[in-house]
């Protein structure tokens, strides 16, 4: 049997082209990139997504807000004074009350207080520290920083060898204050600082030194001092003069939902 009649004729239309998966998925790919286009030009609203200014980042936030309270907390210190001093006018307490007063506010943290002083002065290491010892492994990021519990070993040390008031940075404990790390800035009061972290405790200083040299975590803390160059440095002051407490002395407490 002859199979022109399945073989196209000379001159006739050209035979269509068979189906071809290719184009179909080229086709597809050019679809969803317009879809990917499209979604982030919608999510974007016209702006640059990377390098929009308008974007403020958190630490410039907390740095704005750490620079607000310590205005807060001047205008707050001014404000105190005088309205003690509108009180000591008349008041009509006696001389006994007053006493009192003024002991109860010296023990609460809220006046100047002046004494003998020691300042423990704590700092990060430098980036590219190694191990000055041998038997030590090199340093992870993690050891060259000054933590949480650096600054609470200090800080416990002194009020347990008698400190009669402690300064951190500028500003004064009290019984309520937290001294809280996030990465390497110390977040005290509403308030940020970056190392070296300043400690002047007003006491006996022999005391409180030796306070200092038996303190457990602070012996640990010695040994990345010597063996990665954490900052550590105790001076004796002399005759030091700490503020008083110029924030709110109302306790906060979180309150269920009604």
Known sequence: MSNSADSPRTGSSPVRSRFRPVRVLTAAVFALAGLIFFTSFNTAKGTNIRSDTSLLKLSDLIHERSHENGELDESNAALRGDVEALAERDNGS??????KLAALEQR????KLTGEAITVTLNDAPPDATAKLPGYPEPEPDYLVIHQQDLQAVVNALWQSGAKGIKV?????????????VGNTLILQGRVYSPPYKITAVGDPERMQKALAASRAIQNYMVYVNVY??????TEDGTVTLPGYSGTVDLQYAKPVE
Do not use: F, Y
Request: aromatic fraction near 4%; glycine fraction near 10%; proline fraction near 0%.
């Open 94 to 99: 006696t001389e006994a009350e007053d006493d």
């Open 108 to 111: 609460a943290g809220t006046q």
């Open 169 to 181: 940075m500028d500003q004064r404990l009290i019984s309520t204050s937290a001294v809280r790390c």
């Open 229 to 234: 160059g954490l900052g550590w440095k105790v």
